[in-house]
């Protein structure tokens, strides 16, 4: 004669787990999905866009692109949003002024090289991307001109970020890379989402690769599932 399963319970002797507070921490996120408390696992990304892939060689490995924080699009911002005001406010005023219709045509044009030169600036800035693989980080910008600089890994003997007030408050940072005493064309990297994340999936690549390689199944013997 078979009894049904059923949960263990106190009759049985069984004590449930108590958990700490701490150990909820790395699951609480906010409503962006950023971790609010200590991370053990970061994760990393699967494929490279087409505008990043292009500019990988085929025995590096991928771990993400990042585009610049929003504020580096202030100045363009602040500027088109001014423009705006005080053109559309001139060319009202000079709409009432029957000898000043040029002028209008004028400040019309005016604006709208403003708002080109704005949205140059917003294109810029979505084509612009830090890349980190497991040899080297780059940073690759320019829509006309396409600008690559990189720097290997493992020539990197210092690496920090910096945060201003802010920084801290909107959650960017500038990156500061330090390559064997020499000047590099990647070495300040400015307005980078995430500082700390970054920080730490970068470190993790330069020291504990094995580390990074295990979380991604890489090493993984393909005869262990047969």
Known sequence: MTTA??????????????????????????????????????????????LVARYLFPTERYRGEWKRHWVHLWTPLLIGAAATFLLGYLSGFLARQESASGFTTVAVIVWLGVMGWVAWNVADWYFDRFI???????????????KVAMM???????????????????????????????????????????????????VEEMYEP?????????????????
Request: hydrophobic share 35%; aromatic share 6%.
């Open 210 to 226: 094995q580390a990074v390689e295990a979380r991604l199944g890489k090493n993984a013997d393909p005869g262990d599932d047969a």
């Open 132 to 146: 980190l693989t497991n040899k080297r980080v780059m940073v690759v910008n320019g829509i006309i001109t396409r």
């Open 5 to 50: 399963s059923r949960p263990p319970g106190p009759d049985d002797g069984y004590v449930a787990p108590a958990f700490e507070a701490e150990e909820f921490e790395g699951l609480r996120v906010d409503s962006s999905g950023m971790p609010l408390g200590p991370r053990r696992v970061l994760p990393l990304e699967d494929e490279p866009t087409t």
């Open 152 to 202: 290997p890994l493992a020539r990197v003997t210092d690496m920090k970020y910096e945060q201003s007030p802010v920084g801290r408050m909107l959650n960017y940072g500038t990156f500061v890379l330090e390559s064997a005493g020499q000047d590099q064309a990647l070495r300040e990297v400015k307005h980078l989402p995430n500082p700390n994340e970054l920080y730490l999936r970068v």
